[in-house]
């Protein structure tokens, strides 16, 4: 990739009043008219324009509309949730999950088989159906009221599963990518072990949480600069999931993509993460076997919206076809 920025610059906004940026290095940075702020710059409909520029040209830059120093290339992003140096943050799957962490038990599998099943049925016989508002907000509920019973072997512990909103917008997501590539889910429909691969490939190109936050606790080397220590990070989950550094072609939704990646739910045995994939493949396979016709409604399509998380507000599908 050709950057503008040197490696070793990293450039902080202008003071009030439209001076020049400062710079990390002795190297003048642009002026604060062009500075590509997050929460300023960023369009709603389409932010990933906003991450090219930011990962070409400005790979470390204070954003003070967020008061965080932001990251946008795969290698640093990547390291920013796995270095030790970053504290206070968490994602599913991070350390703060081993008090909880294990295999979920059967019963609670059958549980997110059979909502799945029986969610599906419901809207199979309609000429139309939003699957965001009659599905996708569903299915994350179904694990609630097992956590409740009790029972030896039922329980889902732990503060990720009770993010429901987060696997909410991830099933939104990966529903919309499915259904807007009709030979994938062709394959998918045909092959539904690769379900699995379908999931963690929605996970990259469309995650439903585009920014994670993590603090400094010493000085660390990144692109463009260094980290104060003490300084939030703003880590772009979004912009680092389209990193043509790491994946080929990355806007395109491949379930056959030879270098998958996804930085959304991080590794372990986390139940949200084995949860969320859980929804996903018995949510897809629901669909499928009760609606096997099932396609976008003719018209107009939603485009995913957010900032800072990001899915689809609706989903309009035809059920019989």
Known sequence: MNNAVPRGTARSPAPAGGGPV??????????????????IHASEQDPYHHYRLLRDAYPLVHDHSIGAWLLSRHADVAAALTDPRFTHGHRPGDPPCEAHR???????RDVVERTAYVLARRIARRQQADLVEEFCRWLPTGTVGVRGRGARGLVVAGVCVAQLSLRERALASFLANVLDHPDQLATLREHPELIGRAWAESLRRDPPVLVVLRRASAEVVVSGGTIPAGADVACLIGAAGRDPERFRDPDRFDVLRQDPGQLTFGPGDCPAVQLAALEAQYGLRALLDAMPGLRRADGLRPAATGLLTRAPGTLLVRPCG
């Open 22 to 39: 400062g710079a990390a290095t002795s190297e003048a940075g642009p002026r604060s008219d062009h500075v590509p702020l997050l929460l």
């Open 102 to 108: 294990g295999s979920l038990p059967q019963a609670v």
